[in-house]
């Protein structure tokens, strides 16, 4: 069974980038059975997808957040990597990684980090 840990600086200011990075144990990043995927959930909201990179090391992101989000993976360190640039309050929020599968119906889910909290503020 795969196992995910996100880790991240917790407070970041508005306007200033974000890193996530997501650890992989117990399996490989480039192992083809699964994508890796990022989302998040805001105080009080739902769950909102931001998007993956395959193991091809292709990725693919919500239209809503895509101009300011880029997912990367480092083999070495067996991690995926969220950025997420000029941030503002609005992406406070909980932040998992987890994987994925693409079917037919959608994106599967599979297993999932804990979470890591960013609080974005002055």
């Known amino acids: 069974q795969v196992q995910l840990q996100e880790s991240g600086p917790g407070l970041v200011k508005p306007s200033q980038p974000l890193s996530l990075p997501c650890t992989v144990s117990?399996?490989?990043?480039?192992?083809?059975?699964?994508?890796w995927s990022w989302i998040r959930q805001p105080p009080g909201k739902g769950l909102e997808w931001i998007g993956y990179?395959?193991?091809?090391?292709?990725?693919y992101y919500s239209p809503s957040l895509k101009s300011r989000t880029s997912i990367s993976r480092d083999t070495s360190k067996n991690q995926s990597t969220l950025q997420l640039s000029s941030v503002t309050p609005e992406d406070t929020a909980v932040y998992y990684c987890?994987?994925?599968?693409?079917?037919?119906?959608?994106?599967?889910?599979?297993?999932w980090g804990q979470g890591t909290q960013v609080t974005v503020s002055s």
């Open positions: 990179i395959a193991y091809s090391g292709s990725s």
């Open positions: 987890a994987t994925v599968s693409v079917a037919t119906r959608g994106l599967v889910f599979g297993s």
């Open positions: 117990g399996g490989s990043i480039t192992n083809n059975a699964y994508s």
